[in-house]
């Protein structure tokens, strides 16, 4: 087993670079999943290089619960799930940064999403895609990126951090 640490969390990175065979496969389950009117979430892992770029190269859907109550659609990755998302990543020498969902209008992070994320390092990226992700990737100018400045505390990008989608 490889065990990846990272002690400054990726507060560092200023460039994500995001490929294709990442970015297709995310909004897939969640526009599929959004066709039902639920809410996914896709966890994305990667390495760290030399410089201060990161690169996804693993898209991974938890086992999770979708629900829609009266106060909105949530999702639901349960504590042994999240260990065992963990422990795949880890055995691939990925780090858990990112993590994606979908929302039914307009892309935005939430409270819930704040309080309530599957990333937890710090300078880890959290992406919310609109309409349920049925725009696919040729709606990406809608996409909501942010990233984790303090725990519970998502901002949105700004211009130090470039996001490549390649």
């Known amino acids: 087993m490889v065990i990846v640490v990272v002690r400054d969390g990726l507060r560092a990175i ?13 909004l897939k389950v969640l ?4 066709r039902n009117g ?16 990161f690169i996804f190269r693993a898209a991974y859907k938890p086992r999770q619960k979708s629900y829609k109550t009266e106060d909105g659609l949530h999702v639901v ?11 795949d990543f880890n055995e691939q ?5 990112g993590q994606v969902h979908a929302h039914p209008g307009s892309a935005y ?5 704040d309080l309530l994320p ?13 309409d349920f992700a049925a725009g696919g990737v040729e709606d990406r100018s809608r996409f909501s990126w942010f990233r ?3 725990y519970g505390e998502w901002i949105p990008i700004g211009d130090e951090t470039v996001i490549e989608v390649a």
């Open 14 to 26: 200023r460039r994500f670079l995001v490929p294709m065979d990442v970015l297709q496969p995310t």
């Open 31 to 34: 526009a599929e999943t959004g």
């Open 38 to 53: 639920y809410e996914a979430f896709v966890a994305w892992g990667g390495t760290r290089e030399e410089d201060s770029t």
């Open 77 to 87: 990755v349960e504590e042994e799930a999240l260990d065992r998302l963990n422990r």
């Open 93 to 97: 020498g990925l780090i858990l940064a």
């Open 109 to 113: 992070h939430s409270d819930t999403d």
């Open 118 to 130: 599957i990333v937890t390092i710090l300078g880890g990226l959290s992406l919310v895609v609109p």
């Open 148 to 150: 984790l400045r303090a």
